[in-house]
């Protein structure tokens, strides 16, 4: 009875472990960087850690005589490890805001990494060797017990990867779960301070029965532990990249993968029955075939997943369906390699030699030796090949260990013809499917994106077209690609599959991100620029052009990204040549955390939030960094995609950014795409004459196709007011680096195709009734008419060269104004000037107008269906304007004529007593979020 309490505890303490891993590892990523080698550190010492603990505590099994002794003493280990993580969040608090820069160095990071992992990870070390230890009864259960703890500690690990960023992390938050967590780690170790267990550890062969050992040499059993580490971990590590490079780098990645492994090695663990030498050739030969085939099916996932995603529509109900699907589709393919090879583990204790005396410590040295495998598989396939080696030789050479120890079994193990007969076909097919290449066409360009059908989805499930790459490797951090389009100067920058940006479509976007605050920044010269995240390199190149700029740092974290934006020289302006230009390959927080000059502009360029990592460069810490480091009246910029994004998330995003920036305005750069400027103070401007002059200023905007230096205040979506009331508004998840939310919500809007359409974004009922600046309208007015007049000629709406490539005019983006600007001043339809109308107004490009002369055209409307349609229009727009008088005389004369009955007029008065008191409030600028 207790023996199986004990074991539902094994099963508990996995999923706290795992739950541990995932917030430690979330808050050590801030305080370490999100870089590779950070990343690669945190799991080498978590490993470390656990491997010094199998050692010390398979030592104390022959020390410690009795069961009841060695379990109290491991239930104070368990306690110890729920205190810690209770106050893990001081201790990181003291490195994080305190003492930041002891992480400064390589050799700081270590030295905080060591001390904050190796402690709890050596206590969890204990698990296995003492209750191995403690929980049989006699000899001859020894194998069978140990089994069942690896395989239930495994499998609770996998309950652990999905509570951990499903549940705990969402609803909880990093500090408050790890608290939680650690309560419950204390509450479950009490149980084993008051066991009952009786009996010694030490066991006697004679009297309870004996254990065969394997026929192989001992040390072989070490080796074979080692290498299943070694293997296992590595292509753990390589699907993380693999699985992204096919459903996209999301949040979901990392518990896909870890559940399919600790699933399969947890249930290859309590289903073994047999432990015999013949079981591990078995085990480790099917181990190799499934592997392989594993290998095989890589380049075709993206295709396959691809045929599944553009039959289904973007609907909420398919969201979860379609990631079980291709979560099912990676059970397929790896969980029988991972089944196979994960038995090779409990396999190497049992076979090993022991005895009644030493059983715990053979125990504790075979999960040592295993563990030491998967740091350096973690270390040496996760971190130090990568940057040299292509994924593919990766995934061979962690096959290739298995594949070796399968030809020292050929050789060395007495058997049947036909059992050696098995190896040697087993060898010859993984050997064939592991030199054959992949073609990684859709790892350099993913299909995840994709929402219609390509050519690629009608030619069968095993073709694919020909990679047409320009640039393409893979790094630790990243798998980067250069593609090229319609033209040889079209080009995009690929990371993890996903585009980051272009130098054609993306054009006006890169380039006004640099122009814009350049032309309102009101500093003296010379002034500094930081930019985040390198891209193609066009903006930090045009910034590093303007003669008022002295300085241009960049901040890099992927050196593949790096690397590969020598092949766009020609459109960034040879960047990294420029000496002006400095190149920091760090993660971004690291950059702000450590001292430097100020700068009077800030561009932070990440690709879209439901990316893994980029969240983090929308919470409040990190526009706190910002502003650390931004000069008093700076302009820090936020490129900000409308798609896969919902208003509810840029309330979220714009209110982190009003807690550091109280002046935010909103620029549209391309269909898509925002420039958010924000600053600490409203002084805009001072320069933007003597700037506007710079020729490379002219020749910028010239490639954007604007017709003026003032069309930029044109690209205005939103006002600094109307900022503020959207960030007031729009009710989001709170987001912070402790609690993220917006990479979840973000994904999920993703898949639903969900975009902003920035004229619904304000109730056109209030939009009218901000306190604009004086002749803010009448310029834009103004502005408007010039477009319309220079650019469109009469509403045409051309395609015009650039950059030797093509590009979409920007004002194209605007013919719908240009088209109801038309309507509104020649138009003959008084339903269409009202909808003209309408648009001029919400978009501020026309003043309060006197609509008294459309009344009259409504009454000689002949149809009265017709007349109460275009009558609704007509109030609603009076309303709108807060024409509060003409209001209400027109109700009075509609009802005179008969046109709206009493009822109508009583629902179109209650109307304007609920919209009324809004436009007070907007007028006055209180935004509460009841608006």
Not at 112 to 126: D, S
Not at 127 to 154: Q, W
Not at 613 to 637: C, H, M, W
Request: include cysteine; hydrophobic fraction near 45%; glycine fraction near 8%.
């Amino acid at each position: 009875m207790f023996r199986n309490l004990y074991l539902i505890i094994v099963f508990s303490t996995g999923a706290l472990a795992l739950i541990y891993q995932i917030l430690w590892q979330h808050l050590t990523s801030l305080l370490l960087g999100s870089d590779a080698r950070a990343s690669t550190l945190v799991v080498a010492t978590f490993l470390l850690g656990l491997s010094a603990g199998y050692y010390c505590f398979g030592i104390l099994s022959t020390r410690v005589k009795t069961r009841a002794n060695f379990l109290k003493l491991y239930g104070w280990a368990e306690i110890l490890i729920g205190v810690y993580a209770f106050f893990f969040p001081n201790l990181f608090h003291f490195f994080f805001e305190s003492w930041p820069g002891s992480t400064e160095t390589f050799l700081g990071q270590i030295l905080v990494a060591g001390i904050l992992y190796i402690p709890p990870t050596f206590l969890m070390g204990a698990t296995v060797p003492v209750m191995t230890s403690v929980l049989p009864e006699a000899y001859s259960e020894v194998n069978s017990i140990h089994t069942k703890v690896y395989g239930l500690n495994t499998l609770g690990a996998l309950v652990g990867v999905i509570l951990g960023p499903v549940i705990i992390m969402p609803f909880f938050g990093a500090l408050n779960g790890l608290r939680l967590v650690g309560v419950v780690n204390v509450l479950v170790a009490v149980f084993y301070l008051f066991n009952r267990l009786t009996g010694n550890i030490e066991k006697s062969a004679s009297e309870n029965g004996n254990l065969k050992a394997g026929e192989l040499a001992p040390w072989f059993y070490y080796v074979m532990a080692f290498s299943s580490g070694f293997s296992l971990l590595g292509l753990e590590i390589i699907w993380f990249r693999l699985w992204a490079l096919t459903i996209g780098s999301s949040y979901i990645i990392f518990p896909m993968v870890v559940a399919l492994f600790v699933g399969a090695l947890g249930v290859s663990g309590i289903t073994l029955k047999k432990y015999t030498d013949h079981s591990l050739v078995l085990s480790l030969v099917f181990g190799v075939l499934f592997l392989s085939f594993s290998y095989t099916v890589v380049p075709f996932l993206p295709l396959w997943t691809s045929n599944i995603r553009v039959l289904m529509m973007s609907h909420p109900i398919n969201f979860p369906i379609y990631y079980l699907i291709c979560f099912a589709l990676l059970i397929v393919c790896l969980f029988p390699g991972i089944f196979f090879a994960g038995r090779l583990l409990p396999l190497s204790y049992a076979l090993s030699k022991k005895n009644g005396a030493n059983y715990g410590r053979i125990c504790a040295l075979i999960y040592f030796c295993n563990t030491l495998g998967t740091f350096t598989g973690a270390i040496v396939l996760g971190h130090l090949l990568m940057e040299s080696l292509s994924i593919v030789w990766l995934y061979r050479s962690a096959i290739g260990l298995l594949v070796i120890l399968t030809v020292y079994l050929f050789v060395k193990i007495p058997s049947s013809k036909f059992l050696r007969g098995g190896i040697l076909l087993a060898l010859i097919v993984s050997g064939t499917h592991l030199f054959q290449n992949w073609n990684r066409v859709f790892h350099a360009a993913g299909t995840f994106r994709d929402r219609t059908l390509r050519t690629y989805n009608f030619q069968g499930p095993f073709s694919l077209p020909t990679l047409e790459a320009v640039f393409f490797e893979d790094g630790a951090s990243a798998t980067v690609a250069v593609t090229k389009g319609i033209s040889d100067d079209d080009l995009s920058i690929q990371v993890n599959g996903k585009s980051d940006s272009n130098t054609i479509g993306d054009y006006s976007t890169i380039v006004l991100t640099a122009v814009i605050p350049y032309l309102k920044v009101s500093t003296e010269a010379p002034m500094n620029g930081l930019v985040i995240g390198l891209g193609t390199g066009v903006t930090a190149g045009i910034l590093g052009q303007f003669s008022d700029i002295a300085r241009v740092d960049i901040v890099e974290i992927s050196p593949k990204v790096v690397k590969a934006n020598t092949h766009f020289a020609a459109a960034n302006y040879h960047v990294l040549e420029n000496p002006k230009v400095h190149l920091h390959e760090i993660d971004a927080f690291k950059f702000l955390k450590k001292s430097g000059p100020s700068y009077e502009i800030v561009i932070s360029e990440p690709t879209n939030p439901w990316t893994v990592g980029v969240e983090n460069l929308f919470t409040s810490y990190f526009y706190q960094k910002i502003s650390d480091r931004l000069a008093p009246e700076g302009i820090f910029v936020q490129w900000l995609q409308t798609y896969a994004m919902s208003p509810p998330l840029l309330g979220s995003i714009l209110r982190n950014l009003h807690e550091y920036f109280p002046h935010t305005r909103i620029y549209r750069t391309h269909l898509g795409d925002w420039a958010i400027l924000a600053s600490k103070t409203n002084n805009f401007g001072k320069k933007f004459i003597a700037r506007a002059r710079d020729p490379q200023v002219q020749a910028a905007l010239y490639g954007c196709n604007l017709p003026s230096i003032d069309a930029i205040d044109f690209l205005e979506d939103f006002t600094a007011v109307e900022s503020l009331y959207l960030a007031s508004t729009l009710n989001g998840p709170a987001h912070d680096i402790f609690k993220p939310t917006l990479a979840r919500h973000a994904f999920r809007e993703f898949f639903l195709e969900t975009s902003i359409h920035h004229q619904s974004l304000i109730d056109p009922y209030v939009a009218r009734h901000f306190p604009f600046d004086i002749g803010y309208i009448a310029t834009r007015r103004g502005l408007m008419e010039l477009m319309a007049k220079r650019e469109m000629g009469p509403f045409a709406c051309e395609r015009r060269p650039i950059l030797r490539g093509v590009f979409t005019n920007l004002p194209c983006l605007y013919r719908m104004i240009f088209q109801a600007k038309n309507d509104w001043d020649h138009g003959r339809d008084v339903k269409e000037r009202l909808s003209s109308y309408a648009m001029l107004r919400h978009g501020k490009f026309l003043e309060k107008a006197n609509l008294n002369f459309l009344y009259k055209d409504i009454l000689k409307i002949e149809n009265k269906f017709e007349k109460m349609e275009v009558l609704v229009k007509y109030l609603q727009e009076l309303l709108k304007d807060g024409s509060y008088e003409e209001y209400e005389q027109i109700l009075q004369d509609a009802f005179k004529r008969q046109i709206l009955v009493i009822d109508q007029v009583k629902y179109w008065q209650d109307k304007m007593s609920e919209i009324r008191p809004k436009q007070s409030a907007v007028k006055l600028g209180a935004y509460p979020k009841t608006l």
